[in-house]
Nanobody, 125 residues
Framework: QVQTAESGGGLVQAGGSLRLSCAAS????????MGWFRQAPGKEREFVAA?????????AYASSVKGRFSISRDDAKNTVALQMNSLKPEDTAVYYC?????????????????WGQGTQVTVSS
């Protein structure tokens, strides 16, 4: 099994950048998918980005963040990062790192087995 822990959240102005990091512990397999989700107050948890452990890493993004966010892996440290640029107030949410054992329907919350505690990202106007 895998445990995840997020860090790097904070308060930034619109147009600024933040880099979130997810540290994964336990054994991971080449078939694992690592995902970032976010949840704003009063809203459902939504998909942000995902990356596979296979090869160079197949990545996918929600349409709302594509072109602004970038997900990456550091295999040596077992970490996954989310670089967030051109942040908007609507990006304000608690960001969660999650893992599932295969690359499948990576946009669904229910498909992930392991979740971190989340890190708060607040973007001011």
């Amino acid at each position: 099994q895998v445990q995840t822990a997020e860090s790097g959240g904070g308060l930034v102005q619109a147009g600024g950048s933040l880099r979130l990091s997810c540290a994964a512990s336990g054994r991971t397999f080449t078939t694992y998918t690592m995902g970032w989700f976010r949840q704003a107050p009063g809203k459902e948890r939504e998909f942000v980005a995902a990356i596979s452990w296979s090869g160079s890493g197949t990545a996918a993004y929600a349409s709302s963040v594509k072109g602004r966010f970038s997900i990456s892996r550091d295999d040596a440290k077992n970490t996954v990062a989310l670089q967030m640029n051109s942040l908007k107030p609507e990006d304000t949410a608690v960001y969660y790192c999650a893992a599932r054992p295969s690359w499948g329907d990576y946009t669904r919350v229910s498909e992930y087995d392991y979740w971190g505690q989340g890190t708060q990202v607040t973007v001011s106007s």
